[in-house]
């Protein structure tokens, strides 16, 4: 775990679910998750933002184009559309969202709209 | 006539041994056939040639009536044998107790107790004519269906079960002797007997398919009504030990005497308590409702056949009997309160279920309800407005036992939410129902009539709070009646989005349930006239006045409603038939898929909708309410009781 | 399928302003469950960032949702000023708070009349859209719009309220807050909105925490946290207490919102004694580049901008999370187990705002 | 258990005073002066740069050097302001009267008297009009 | 003589609008703006409803439901498109979920500018929908007596 | 006598939509200015209907529009008999057979917000069912007459016997009339969960039947009202119509100042009134006929 900047860590895959439970035993409350593919970068980032009172902290994990990232769903149930979100709009593969609408969330024409086809 | 009436007694329970012994199920239809054709013919005829004589009640003798005391002296000990036996070996002891104590007192005052009166054993009036019809026309229908219904029952549905259907048939026919015995006897000793015939036989008919429900059932059937025996073995001892007489017309003529002979006038209603216990637990009022519950583990003929022509009819016109001698006392108070209360509580029950039977049940239990209450009251009203539910209710009810027994054979469902657009699966089927439905609760059918005289007649009652209880019942007790009736009318009623298939429903089963619907509306357009030449003189002949009970205006009202009920909407229907309209989807809020039965739904698939009624089970369902009415009529009953006996004594 | 009716409800129905679709099994009228979806709204503004510069995204911003239109925008300003190192004048930032306080009282008035229509109280509905058409008046008169106001820019605000006017406003609340006393008091104690409102659709502290319940929603639960405390803008100035309500139900949400219309008055009477003179925005030069989080509290709760620059004119990611979409996981739970009667109440008390959840 | 019908008081109150609502369109409207209804232009002052066009978020402004126009589809603005901001002549304003709705979605085109080379100085003659009556159809 | 027009009964349906518009519809029915002046009420049905009153652009999700609630009004019947989103789009046009103004799927009677629309433009806009609507309704009697 | 009662009803069938209508017209008027809007012309409700009936004819089940004819015709059935002096229990059962036409109307379609709502308008006649008997058993008790002719003809006003049964009405009325806190099944507004409930899938001319037999239904309630205060004296009818008015007003403020109940409540409520008020008015009738 790496502070970039204030209140933003990075984390990495294997820390990500300990972070969680962590944070879900000490009654924090998860504010979002953020999916983002810079172009510059080429890959996504992904940003769990959690808050308890006024603390605030934001982990961030680096997911290469083809990567998958394990679901919180099961500890955070309201993670569930975020999730989904992540997987429909920016093609983020994500594992056993506990319910998974299947691209279904947003019925929306375009595939992925955030990455460019000749992207993914 | 006295021929006749013995033919009409005896002939059935002779003819019952015909189905029981032949195996071969074409040549058994046939004789079940015949038999019912002749008990319907038998009692039409003898209804008929009373009614050409005169219609002047009579007293009579069957020929060896010595010969016939003893037999019935050696089948009361037979029964009592076999239910302890059966008791036994059903490892329910406790229940052969009550029919050991009843019958052993019985044939004691018989064979040891004083000497009674002597009279004639048999009686036919206007009350007896009614109810040799009801016996003889719905009770045969419902044999004819029977033949059926059964076979389709074993062949094609319950392969498990073992084949009993020669018994089962032999059972109708003794139900129909017993019944016909019932009503015609003077003798509360053969009343007695014919009495228990019909308790052991709708306990055998509870168990006929012998799982465990229906024998549990099936006792419960038992116990309960043999409870109700022992009221009437009470009623016997009383009679034999204070007055030296157990006739029946006689004990009720003491009662009304006593009113105004200053005579202790308590002690001459004790046997009448007695009396109307006994009828209110076979007319299944609360607290006794449970056995005609659980009664409906039986295959469905004999269900109709014990809610609509027998068994609970047996209760009812025991208190019709009786009902003169109720008039404005503490017995009458009681039978009138159970029946208000029951008529009010059984109708929020049968809100709370969605199985077709289930509401049927509840539904005879709420109406038999009513007609207690009626009787309880004792006016000419109510019983004019009695015998008409009564009538009523025999038909509707056998024709909607008839119907949900074929919709069941037919799709697999008696759950009333299944019954969704019935109209336009099987519309033969939907229209029985309705028109069955229709009978039960409709203006100006039955209900309506008979809550109008009820209505009236219980303002007019002298008790206070009896009164005031008994229309608050009656007001609150029509609502919830309309409720469920409505509900159910309107599943048939809806559109239906399922495949046709096809109506697996046998010809006999459907030519039983076409003479019901015939009877059906005949007895409503030919209601001013059942009123005026069969009402009048039976209430003249119990009452010895004849007052119009419903005055000629507003029997043309309800004739009026009544067409209209009818005719109105047929009117509409041809009226609006070549109306040009555009089809359009129904509104779903934009999620309709196209079809009025699918809507898009929150993943963003088709998804098929599914009504349904209201069933408001935390108000009125059955966890909820069944234990509190128990108590609460339980209540009613043992305080009146005490009040009546502890008076006497 | 037994004595459970599966039937839908919505996306068009009049009692919910906004499309939103519930799939419901009910018995009787019991909801036993309650699967919502999203997505009739969806536009997908947030990949607008592609196609237009940073400055006019300010003008998308304000239209994420026409309610709390002024904190969007200014969200998003904060964020861009945050990467860009920008410092707001000072006048600037009472400005935005005193519009601030001005959108949550508008929109809360607007929540208390669609709340009394959801339960049927029309004259209620009718008299709190009065109320507020007062505070649209002011808008307009001081932005120029009545729901969309344009008036926030990077590095301050394009429009001043000169003192009078502010003076005039100040007056005007005082006189409603009369009026907003009496209408509110309704809410409060009336029996049959109580009957409406007392006990139904709980969420517990707990749950408001598992669920990520933000804003009133998460008040009403007994959770004291609202933004403001963090002290953007010009809150750190100013004195107030978080309103917070331990009954957990609608009753609940109900009395933390109308608490906080009175905060909003005072909020603004002391910002108009604060405000100082100065200049209303900075010019800003240059190109974004970096990351920004800024969290404003909206009327509906704690909003997310997330800001990305990479140095173009065009941001690499421009995210917004806002209140209504964190609610939706605890509007599920509260449905479970309410009545049909109560969906539209339920639904109306996370006080939603689906075109921001579906941007 | 609450109060019996509290509001009573507050609806008899309002049903024997006057009622709020407005009189609008039997009286027209008098907007606040900082309305934003509907973009203007000086055409005197504009020089065709394109600017307003290029900033317009939604892309309501079309500018034609060659044809010198300035075109505007009213239907399609949304009064952000952004435009007014950045025209470097400051030739744009935003006035109050609103777009009068219609059947179609027209657009509304001013030529611009601007010569490339030499500065116009003509003095305003008609503009005035656009000012007071919003939009008229074009074909 | 026809009074249809003194009863234009509405139906608003939210589209992909950012609310914006839709609290100015709403505003027009309260005490302010008042438009049940002019026999205006707000049914929520479509089969009650005489004009269609669509704010926000259609996009992929919305185009189904507007269509069919348009389908399910009965003649005659009025569309009015209520602020620049319904009339073209508006500022979300390039979005990709977005598939353009109203027009896009069904026909639009009268096109309401404005973003917001104010109070003021919706009753103009209502007013000339009533007129429209009269017209339609003379229209389809006259189609009728003529089949 | 006869050409009286004739006369009445041939009045009731003629006027009765006019004169409500126009009630109604004022309602919105009344309703509008407590809200502080001016509100529509009281000509509204007519324009309205006038417009249902011009509109083109859709729908989602033809047997729809004959139940509703039939519905239309059972209430003006009651009514007549109601008018013409008849029984007025038989008044109170023709109009449930008359709601059960409607019911079935409206689940005919198989639509979810029509069905949602009919469940609670079943609810509503159960709720209202009872006391409306019992206003027939007050009268009965009262005057010894379920004839509305007879009732009429007596020398003190019902209403001085039967003060908890108006009270019952009174209150049930506001269910009948589909006014706040009780219009769960239809409501005037549609803002509500479940639409239009009832008469949802209603269009067009079936939406004005259904108005019409509204308004046909309202009259004969508002009818009863007057009975209470009739008798045999003329000046009585001055009374009745006062009450009636008083009675209308007091169902548009109630309607103004409530919230929609659910109807667990409501049925609570109404049934809890009848059993309270009317309830122990009878007990106390009856103790004093002894
Ligand atoms: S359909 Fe009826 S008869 Fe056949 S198996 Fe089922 S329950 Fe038995
Ligand atoms: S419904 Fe009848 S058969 Fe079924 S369990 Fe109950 S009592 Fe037994
Ligand atoms: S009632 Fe049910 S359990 Fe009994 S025999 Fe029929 S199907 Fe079997
Ligand atoms: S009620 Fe229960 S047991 Fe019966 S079918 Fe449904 S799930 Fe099975
Ligand atoms: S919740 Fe969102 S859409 Fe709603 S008002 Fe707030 S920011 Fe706007
Ligand atoms: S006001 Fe905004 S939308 Fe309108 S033209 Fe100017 S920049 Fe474009
Ligand atoms: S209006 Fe202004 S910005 Fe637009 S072209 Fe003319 S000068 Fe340039
Ligand atoms: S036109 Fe403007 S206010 Fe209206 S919905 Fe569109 S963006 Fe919102």
Redo the contacts between chains.
């Keep these: 775990m790496q502070e970039i ?1 204030k ?2 860590y990075l984390i990495d895959k294997a820390e990500l679910l300990q972070v969680i439970m962590e944070k879900k035993n000490a ?6 998750i ?1 999916c ?5 970068e080429n890959h996504y ?1 992904v ?1 769990y ?1 959690f ?1 308890n ?2 603390d ?1 902290a ?1 982990y961030r994990l680096i997911v290469e184009k083809d990567e998958d990232v394990p679901s919180i769903s099961r500890v ?3 993670a ?2 975020y999730e989904n979100e992540m997987h429909e ?1 920016w093609g983020l593969n994500v594992e056993n969202i506990k319910v998974d ?2 691209d ?7 595939e992925t ?2 990455i460019e086809k000749e992207d993914k | 006539m006295e021929m006749l009436v013995t033919a009409l007694i005896c002939l059935p329970f002779l003819w019952a041994i015909l189905p029981a012994v032949i195996h071969n199920s074409k040549c058994r239809a046939f004789f079940v056939y015949l038999g019912c054709g002749i008990v319907i013919a038998l009692s039409v005829f003898t209804a008929v040639k009373w009614y050409l004589a005169g219609g002047q009640a009579m007293d009579f003798d069957l020929p060896y009536k010595e010969a016939f005391d003893h037999v019935i002296l050696v089948g009361d000990i037979f029964l009592m044998c076999l239910i302890t036996y059966l008791s036994f070996k059903y490892k329910k002891g406790v229940i052969s107790l009550l029919a050991i104590v009843q019958t052993v007192l019985v044939a004691a005052l018989e064979l040891f107790g004083p000497k009674v009166k002597e009279l004639p054993a048999l009686h036919f009036d206007w009350l007896t004519f009614v109810m040799i019809l009801i016996i003889g026309v719905v009770g045969s229908l419902i044999g004819i269906y029977a033949v059926g219904y059964m076979h389709g029952y074993h062949i094609h549905h319950h392969k498990e079960l073992t084949d009993r259907r020669s018994f089962f048939l032999a059972m109708i026919f003794v139900f129909f002797g017993a019944m016909f015995g019932l009503v015609f006897s003077q003798s509360l000793i053969w009343l007695y007997f014919f009495w228990e015939i019909t308790s052991v036989t709708s306990f055998l008919l509870i168990g006929y398919t012998r799982t465990d429900e229906a024998i549990n059932n099936s006792f419960k059937a038992l116990w309960m009504n043999l409870l109700g025996g022992c009221g009437i073995a009470a009623a016997i001892a009383i009679g034999v030990l204070l007055y030296q007489n157990v006739n029946l017309y006689d004990m009720i003529k003491i009662a009304i005497l006593s009113k105004y002979m200053g005579i202790s006038t308590t002690l001459c209603l004790v046997p009448i308590a007695c009396l109307a216990f006994a009828a209110l637990t076979k007319s299944a009022q609360f607290p006794f409702s449970g056995w005609l519950l659980g009664a409906m583990v039986a295959p469905t003929p004999s269900s109709a056949l014990l809610h609509s022509a027998t068994m609970v009819k047996a209760g009812v016109y025991l208190l019709i009997r009786i009902s003169v001698a109720m008039a404005d006392n503490y017995v009458g108070n009681m039978v009138a309160l159970v029946g208000g209360f029951t008529f009010l509580a059984a109708s929020c029950l049968a809100i709370s279920v969605s199985d077709g039977k289930k509401v049927l049940a509840y539904s005879t239990i709420s109406n038999l309800g009513l007609i207690v209450a009626c009787t309880g009251c004792g006016y000419e009203e109510t019983i004019w407005a009695a015998v008409f539910l009564v009538i009523f209710h025999a038909v509707s009810k056998s024709m909607l036992f008839q119907c949900v027994g074929a919709i069941e054979n037919t799709t697999g469902s008696r759950d009333v939410e299944d019954m969704q657009g019935l109209i336009s699966l099987f519309p033969k089927l939907a229209v029985v129902l309705m028109i069955g439905i229709a009978g039960m609760f409709l203006a100006p059918f039955g209900m309506l009539i008979s809550k109008w005289a009820a209505l009236k007649a219980f303002i007019d009652t002298t008790s206070v709070y009896v009164s005031t209880l008994m229309v608050l019942f009656i007001c609150f007790g029509s609502a919830t009646t309309m409720f469920y009736w409505t509900k159910w009318l309107s599943k048939i009623l809806g559109a239906s989005g399922k495949e046709k298939s096809r109506d697996l429903t046998k010809k006999n089963e459907y030519i039983s349930m076409f003479f019901h619907a015939i009877m059906m509306v005949a007895l409503i357009l030919g209601f001013p006239w059942l009123s005026s030449h069969v009402l009048k003189p039976m209430s003249n002949e119990m009452f010895g006045t004849d007052v119009q009970v419903i005055s000629y205006q507003n029997i043309i009202i309800m004739i009026v409603l009544l067409v209209g009920v009818f005719v109105i909407p047929a009117i509409n229907y041809v009226l609006t038939k070549n109306t040009k309209a555009k089809q359009v989807i129904t509104y779903m809020g934009g999620a309709n898929c196209g079809d009025n039965f699918n809507f898009v739904s929150s993943t963003g698939d088709p998804k098929e909708m599914h009504i349904s009624n209201f069933y408001m089970e935390d108000i009125m369902g059955e966890k909820k309410l069944f234990t509190p009415a128990i108590m609460v009529s339980t209540v009613i009953i043992i305080v009146y009781m005490i009040i009546v006996i502890g008076g006497a004594f | 399928m037994g004595k459970r009716s599966i039937v839908p409800y919505g996306p068009q129905h009049p009692v919910l302003p906004e499309p939103i679709h519930l799939d419901l099994v009910l018995e009787d009228e019991k909801v036993l469950a309650a699967i919502p979806s999203i997505g009739f709204i969806h536009r997908g503004l947030e990949s607008l960032t592609s196609k237009k510069d940073f400055n006019e995204m300010v003008y998308v911003a304000e239209r994420i949702c026409g309610i709390c239109s002024y904190m969007h925008g200014m969200g998003y300003c904060m964020a861009l000023e945050d990467i860009m190192n920008v410092e707001v004048p000072r006048r600037a930032d009472y400005l935005r708070t005193i519009w601030c306080e001005m959108s949550r009282l508008h929109s809360h008035l607007l929540w208390l009349g669609l709340l009394a229509d959801g339960f049927g109280f029309e004259s209620l509905f009718m008299h709190s859209w009065r109320l507020r058409e007062n505070i649209l008046d002011m808008f307009e008169a001081s932005t120029g719009g009545r729901v969309i106001f344009s008036v926030n820019t990077i590095g301050g605000v394009l429009k001043d309220m000169p003192n009078d006017m502010l003076k005039e406003f100040v007056k005007k609340l005082d006189d409603m807050e009369k009026e907003i006393r009496e209408t509110t008091s309704i809410f409060l104690n009336d029996y049959t909105v109580k009957s409406r409102l007392v006990g139904v659709g709980i969420l517990t502290g707990e749950d408001a925490i598992r669920r990520g319940a933000v804003g009133p929603m998460m008040r009403a639960s007994g959770i004291s946290v609202d933004m403001r405390k963090n002290g953007y803008a010009a809150y750190n100035d100013i004195d107030f207490d978080v309103i917070t309500s331990n009954n957990c139900d609608s009753y609940a949400r109900c009395e933390v919102r109308i608490g906080e219309i009175f905060q909003s008055i005072d909020i603004i009477r002391q910002a108009v004694a604060k405000i100082p003179d100065t200049e209303i925005n900075t010019k800003v030069t240059g190109m974004p580049n970096g990351e920004s989080i800024i969290r404003v509290e909206q009327p509906r709760g704690e909003a997310f901008y997330h800001v990305r620059a990479n140095g173009t004119k065009f941001l690499d990611r421009f995210r917004v999370r806002t209140p209504t979409f964190a609610n939706i996981p605890a509007l599920t739970q509260t449905l479970q187990g309410c009545q049909y009667g109560d969906v539209p109440l339920l639904v109306l008390t996370i006080d939603p705002c689906i075109s921001c959840t579906e941007r | 258990m609450g109060q019996f019908l509290p509001f009573t008081k507050q609806v008899l109150k309002n049903l024997f005073s006057e009622p709020a609502t407005t009189q609008y369109p039997f009286v027209p409207k008098e907007y606040p002066e900082r309305t934003r209804g509907h973009v203007d232009i000086n055409k005197d002052q504009c020089i065709l740069c394109g600017m307003c066009m290029r900033s317009c978020p939604p892309g309501a402004i079309k500018v034609d050097r060659a044809g010198k126009t300035w075109t505007i589809n009213r239907f399609d603005c949304i009064q952000c302001g952004y435009c007014v901001e950045k025209c470097p002549k400051k030739c744009l304003s935003i006035t109050p009267g609103y777009q009068e709705p219609g059947p179609e979605k027209f657009t509304y085109s001013v030529e611009v008297p601007y010569e490339p080379p030499k500065p116009a100085a003509k003095p305003a003659a008609a503009p005035a009009a656009n000012a007071a009556a919003p939009a008229q159809p074009q074909a | 003589m026809s009074t249809i027009h003194k009863s234009p009964w509405l139906l608003h349906y939210d589209g992909s609008s950012c609310n914006g518009c839709d609290i100015e519809v709403l505003a027009c029915t309260t005490p302010v703006y008042d438009v049940e002046r002019f026999g205006v009420i707000n049914t929520g049905n479509p089969m009650h409803a005489d004009i269609f009153l669509i704010t926000g652009g259609i996009n992929s999700q919305n185009e189904a439901v507007v269509k069919q609630i348009y389908e399910q009004m009965p003649q005659p019947k009025v569309v009015i498109a209520v602020g620049t989103c319904a009339c073209t789009g508006g500022i979300f046009k390039e979005c990709y979920n977005i598939k353009g103004g109203a027009d896009t799927v069904i026909p639009v009677d009268i096109y309401v500018p404005g973003c917001a629309a104010r109070p003021e433009s919706i009753i103009d806009g209502v007013v000339k929908g009533v007129a429209l609507f009269q017209e339609k309704a003379a229209a389809l009697k006259a189609s009728e007596k003529a089949n | 006598m006869v050409t009286e009662r004739i006369i009445s009803a041939v009045l009731y069938v003629l006027l009765a939509p006019f004169v409500i209508g126009l009630l109604d017209g004022f309602d919105r008027k009344i309703s509008a200015r407590m809200q502080g809007r001016r509100g529509p012309s009281v000509l509204q409700p007519f324009f309205d209907l006038k417009k249902l009936f011009e509109k083109e004819f859709l729908t989602a089940n033809k047997a729809q529009l004959f139940m509703i004819r039939s519905y239309l015709v059972f209430i003006v059935l009651s009514g007549v008999l109601f008018f013409g002096g008849f029984d007025i229990l038989l008044v109170v059962f023709s109009l449930s057979t008359a709601a059960m036409f409607l019911i079935l109307a409206s689940t005919s379609t198989h639509s979810p917000y029509s069905a949602q709502g009919t469940h609670r308008e079943l609810v509503q006649i159960m709720s209202c069912e009872p006391m409306e008997l019992l206003v027939a058993v007050g009268f009965y008790l009262a005057i010894g007459t379920f004839n509305v002719n007879e009732i009429v003809k007596t020398s003190i006003s019902p209403i001085a016997f039967l003060p908890g049964f108006f009270v019952g009405f009174v209150f049930i009325l506001t269910i009948k009339f589909r006014k706040s806190p009780f219009d769960i099944a239809t409501s005037h507004h549609a803002h509500q969960e479940v639409i239009k409930g009832v008469t949802s899938e209603m269009v067009g001319k079936e939406y004005g039947m259904v108005t019409l037999a509204e308004w046909y239904e309202n009259a004969i309630l508002l009818g009863i009202v007057g009975l209470f205060f009739l008798n045999s004296n003329p000046v009585s009818i001055v009374g009745a119509i006062i009450a009636i008015l008083v009675v209308w007003f007091l169902e548009i403020l109630i309607d103004n100042t409530s919230a929609r109940v659910k109807w667990q409540l409501m049925l609570k409520l109404a049934w809890g009134v009848t059993i309270v008020a009317a309830g122990m008015n009878l007990l106390l009738l009856e103790i004093i006929r002894g």
Excluded at chain 1, 104 to 110: A, S
Aim: glycine share 2%; hydrophobic share 40%; charged share 20%.
């Design positions: 900047k209140d933003m009654l924090w409350r998860l504010c979002q953020c983002s593919f810079p172009k510059a980032e940003t933002s808050a009172g006024y605030f934001n955070y149930k309201s569930i559309y709009l609408l299947h279904k969330l947003y019925r929306i024409d375009v709209p955030f």
